[in-house]
């Protein structure tokens, strides 16, 4: 298995935090840290952060996604955000599915699925977030839970897109916890993923995408969860509002 064929990427994934002004200073601070960063990087910023954050980091290194996106290209959807909004504005990622989501806001495995079909046929890269409960590992269902999210999310998405999709390893008893997975642990689902992604498309397709994992990744644990081969990378909730937190990051996915 060859890791390098894959693009690491490191994604904060800033959550309901940083108002434009607050963002400006985020990425500014950010810009010289990681401007020779070996790995893509990525800042996914509330909707009403986006254009300062783009505005902000022309020119550079590092990529701007959102953090949503409704699937139909306008009409009466009151308070949504269409993908052309996005890529006019210079948008280039956005974070689909995550389990905040999916817990708080009604998102299921069909919505993912037309949000990832409508991200992709837009031309922006989607980041499609995975990730079992505490209760179904204790069942001992993980693979399955994660199988299953991952089959319904790229339901009719073809090999040619598949590999333009990024899918985080998100495990929801991980995430704003402090409890990260162990590198094993992750590597085991990230791999499964892969596994999958071979049964869905063929080996070739599988080994071109790239399988973050997120939940509580830090400075401390960051080396030896991207040093797994199946981990390509990281979307950092936490971590990724402090500058000097996100740059260790960065700097390991680059070594
Ligand atoms: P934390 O890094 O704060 O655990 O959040 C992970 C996450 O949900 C990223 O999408």
Redesign the pocket.
């Known amino acids: 298995m060859d890791k390098s064929k894959r693009k690491a990427i490191i994604a904060g ?1 800033w ?1 309901m935090n940083k108002t434009p002004s607050q963002a400006k200073a985020l990425l500014e601070e950010l810009i010289p840290m990681v401007k020779d960063a070996d790995c893509e990087v990525v800042a ?1 910023v509330p909707y009403v952060d986006l254009a300062v954050a783009v505005e902000t980091v022309k020119g550079t290194n590092i990529k701007i996604g959102a953090e949503n996106a409704h699937w139909e290209k306008s009409g009466a959807f009151t308070g949504e955000i269409s993908t052309d909004m996005l890529k006019e504005i210079g948008v280039e990622y956005v ?1 689909l599915g ?3 989501r999916r817990q708080y806001f009604g998102e299921t495995d069909e919505t993912v699925n037309k949000r990832t079909k409508a991200v992709l046929a837009a031309g922006l890269i989607p980041i499609v ?1 995975v990730g079992e409960l505490l209760w179904e590992r204790k069942c001992d269902i993980t693979d399955e839970v994660v199988a299953r999210q991952v089959k319904l999310a790229l339901y009719d998405v073809s090999a040619e897109d598949v590999k333009k999709t990024v899918i ?1 390893y ?1 495990p929801v008893w ?5 409890e990260t997975a162990t590198a094993d642990q992750a590597e085991e689902v990230c791999a499964a993923i892969r596994a999958t992604l071979a049964k869905l498309y063929d080996a070739e397709t599988a080994e071109a995408v790239t399988i973050q994992y ?5 400075a401390g644990n960051c080396d030896e969860l991207l040093a797994k081969t199946n981990v390509d990378g990281g ?6 509002l402090v500058a000097e937190k996100f740059q260790p990051i960065v700097a390991a996915a680059s070594k």
């Open positions: 994934n959550k996914c974070v995550h389990s905040e977030c985080a998100e991980a995430i704003g916890t402090g997120g939940g509580s990744m830090n979307l950092i909730g936490g971590a990724s």
